[in-house]
Structure formats: C-alpha cells, structure tokens
C-alpha cells in the first residue's frame, strides 16, 4: 500500500471510529445517565478540594507536581486504551481522552494533596505513595470496575494500576525534585 493510501484508509477508519464512539456515547454515556454525572463529580469535586485545600505560598511547586501526574498518566491511559488493555467506558464527552476525569482530576489531586502533606510535615513521600496507590488500585479502580466505568482486559489487572500509579508518583516527585534543585 502506497503512503497515501495508508492516510486515506487511516483517515477513513478514524472516521468511522469517532462516529462510533459518538453513537455511543449518545446511547450509553450522556448527560442523562448516572454514569455521566459520577464522571463530572469525579472530575470537579477534586478540583474543587485542591482550590480549597492547597497550599497557595507553593502553589507552583505543588500545581507542578500534579501537573506532571495528569500528563504521565494521559499519556499512560490514551497508550492503554489503544491497546485494550484499560478501558473507560463511561466519559465525558468523546472528543477527550475519555479517562479525563481520572487523568486530570482525580489522581493528580490525591498525589498533589499527598506529596503536600508529606512534604509539610516531613512524612515519608515513597510509603504515603505506596498507600495512597493501593487506595487508588485496590479501592477506587475495584469499585469502578465493579459498577463498570472501567474495564481490564488482555491481563490487565489492578496490580499493574497500581504499579503505574506509583511509577508515576514517584516521576512526578523526581522530576519536582530536579525543577526545586535547578532553581537553587
């Protein structure tokens, strides 16, 4: 197959799959549906925490953080999606990445809030990690699998949700640490 017909057929089939996901998302994911406002409430309540909860005299220190989680972690979720391997089945709309409510809000602020508190009263960042990671695989990602916002396939499980979660963290903690050590 020539160059040009590999992007007419791409372009063809990317059609064909956002219409699909639109059909859906029409069908099973709409404002009308519980499913839809879980993921709102899941994308705004901890929004909302943070503006309340953060501590503004680090703001750009902590946003930096959790601006890094949010990005590992779409990165992570759009190549897991992709491949089967972790799928959301519920979003807020299909022209996002559909974890976005996780990706954005949820995980970034749990870690954010943690690597505050940790950082505030001298706590152990790596173990705070390994608990709160536990929490999100273990508690969250089981319950969401359960009602059927999410599912594993392909092997999958939730022992790998949790390792990347605290992959993630412990980047995100790194690569703060650098920006911190840099700015001195």
Known sequence: MEY??????????????NSLFSSYWESYSHMG??????????????????YFLVDRKRIFELFFFGYTVHLLWTYIDIVLERLGFFIHTY???????????????ALPVGFLLLYQYCTNHNK??????????????????????????????????????????IGIAYIAYWLTYLVKWIKK
């Open 91 to 105: 979003f807020l709309t299909p022209l996002l990445p559909f974890a976005l409510n996780m990706t954005a809000s």
């Open 4 to 17: 040009s017909e590999y992007w007419k057929e791409i372009n063809k089939k990317s059609e064909e799959l």
């Open 124 to 165: 152990n960042f790596y173990l705070y990690t390994i608990l709160l990671s536990a929490v999100f695989a273990f508690g969250f990602a089981s319950v969401e699998a359960y009602v059927g916002l999410v599912k594993l396939n392909k092997g999958m499980n939730l022992f790998y949700v949790f390792l990347i979660d």
């Open 33 to 50: 549906t519980w499913q839809f406002w879980t993921v709102v409430s899941l994308l705004i309540a901890p929004l909302l925490l943070v």
